[in-house]
Structures are given as structure tokens and as C-alpha cells.
């Protein structure tokens, strides 16, 4: 049986990889995205990759950690979670999660091989959030897929374009590694906002900030996402780009040149291996 409805393949077809797209799954009945097999693997996974943060913060404000004692494994073998959002990080170390994210990709593998190329460092995160939660206005240097499992979600996806996003945010983010972006109130009318339930995924083009609040439920979400040829190329030009700039040559901006920056990219790696970078 198909894991993703064969009619959302040429909807994404249509769409992949520039812009949004709905999909369908069927996914919401994974035991592996129930409670008890997440608890089992909050507990399986390195503690660094298994992360709670706070559920109510604001667009434009951090997004902060919480550091007690308490382990995640406990709240979500009780059936849920309150007042928190947990995060399962880099489920594919995982076999059986390996497993499910490559057969989803293999589904998808007609459209997004003969647009983006084979598929690169695929990662996979679970996000378990309390009713109500508010993740801020951020962006991922990756191609996802956000499949809902269950509770109900609004996902806002915005241009990966100033004003939303610039140059100096993407160096930031292959620098060190901050996603988190300015918020303007103009910002809440500019949005593509999808509500999704259990069985509805979003295709997020790479880089496109987003924010995502959770419905009147706990949610449980399973994020697949995954690299190009062209997208690992970009994020080694950007890293060039305070080289460049040191020496009054143009940085690289992908806003403004749509070619693949591959001679950049492979001065940068070149720079990364002597330590210059």
C-alpha cells in the first residue's frame, strides 16, 4: 500500500521544487508515530537530539530550550504533552524510521529526481507539541515535507525573499547555525497559511520561512527533509562569502543568481579544509 496518495504526486509534480504543495498520506494509523513507539524512541535516540523547548513563544522572539531534569520519554508515554514542544531529532538513526523516511522519498523519487537530483542527506524530526503551541517565524536550509499525524495544525509558508529573509540571514544560518528570522506585524496578512489534519503534508521549499501553531489538540508531526546537489553547492558558496568580502570580492547571493555557484563551492570546500573558513 502507498504511503502518500498517488494523486498528490503529480499535484507536487506541478509545484516541486519552488513552491508549496499539499499532499495526502497515510500515515495517522504509523505505529511508529504513535505515542508508545516515540517514547521508545526519545529514549533510544542520543539525549542531545531529543530536545523540549517552550510552547508559547511569539514570531520574533526566542525560542527557548527548557532545561530541567524532566526526560521527554516521560510526557510522551503519558499520551500527550502540556505547556512544552519536543522534539525528536534525526530520527533516521533509528532503522525502522530510516526505513519509513526512505520509502516516502522513494514514492516521490519521479518528481524529485528529474527536477532536484538525487536525494541527499535525508534527516527525519517528530514534533509532539501541546495544544496551542506557537513555533516562531524561522526558516530550514533544507527540503521538507511536514506530515501531520495527529491533532490539527495551522502552517504559515512564506517567500524565501526579503523582506522575509536576506543574505545576511542565510550566512548567519551556514555560519552558525540560527534559523530564527525578525518579525514584522505586516508580516501576519503575507502568508500562504495551510491547515493541516491528520492525513494532509505540506511540501516546504528549501529555505522558505515559516511559522506553525498548533490546534486545540496535541499534535504529533513527522518532518522528512533532504538535500540536493545544488542546495549543499549553495550552502558552501555562502560560507565563502566573508572570504570574499575580505578580500572586496562579490559574495554570492542565491536571491540574485540562480545558476549552481559550483566553482564557488568548491573554492569554499577547498577553504574549509585548509581552516581558512
Known amino acids: ?12 509534480a ?3 521544487p519552488r513552491d508549496a504543495s499539499r499532499l495526502r498520506h497515510q500515515l495517522a494509523a504509523e505505529p511508529l508515530l504513535a505515542y508508545p513507539a516515540l517514547a521508545q524512541a526519545a529514549r533510544d535516540l542520543p539525549r542531545q537530539h531529543v530536545e523540549r523547548r517552550v510552547h508559547d513563544a511569539g514570531n520574533g522572539e526566542a525560542f527557548r530550550l527548557l532545561d530541567d531534569d524532566a526526560h521527554p520519554a516521560d510526557s510522551i508515554a ?14 533516521e538513526q533509528l532503522p525502522a524510521y530510516r526505513a519509513l523516511l526512505e520509502g516516502l522519498l522513494h514514492e516521490l523519487a519521479p518528481v524529485i529526481g528529474p527536477a532536484t537530483g538525487p536525494v541527499c542527506d535525508i534527516k527525519g524530526f517528530v514534533f509532539i507539541s501541546a495544544p496551542g503551541t506557537h513555533t516562531p517565524f524561522h526558516f530550514d536550509a533544507e527540503y521538507n515535507i511536514l506530515f501531520q499525524i495527529a491533532g490539527d495544525k495551522v502552517f504559515a509558508v512564506y517567500p524565501p525573499a526579503p523582506p522575509f529573509i536576506d543574505l545576511a540571514k542565510r550566512e548567519s544560518y551556514h555560519r552558525a547555525g540560527e534559523n530564527m528570522l525578525d518579525w ?9 497559511q495551510h491547515l493541516l489534519a491528520p492525513g494532509d503534508a505540506l511540501f516546504v521549499p528549501y529555505a522558505a520561512p515559516h511559522w506553525v501553531r498548533a490546534g486545540d489538540a496535541p499534535s504529533i508531526s513527522l518532518s522528512v527533509t533532504w538535500q ?11 560560507t565563502l562569502n566573508p572570504l570574499l568580502r575580505r578580500f572586496g570580492l562579490r559574495a554570492y547571493d542565491p536571491q540574485v543568481s540562480a545558476d ?4 564557488r563551492a568548491a573554492a569554499s570546500r577547498v577553504g574549509q579544509r585548509m581552516g581558512l573558513l
Open 228 to 238: 540536493s546537489r545544488q542546495t549543499r553547492s549553495v550552502a558552501d558558496a555562502l
Open 184 to 192: 514584522q506585524p505586516d508580516y501576519a496578512a503575507k502568508g500562504d
Open 14 to 16: 506541478a509545484r516541486y
Open 260 to 263: 549552481a555557484p559550483w566553482l
Open 1 to 12: 500500500m502507498s504511503l502518500i496518495n498517488p494523486t498528490s504526486v503529480p499535484q507536487l
Open 78 to 91: 503519558a499520551g500527550g504533552v502540556a505547556s512544552q514542544w519536543i522534539m525528536l531529532r534525526y530520527i
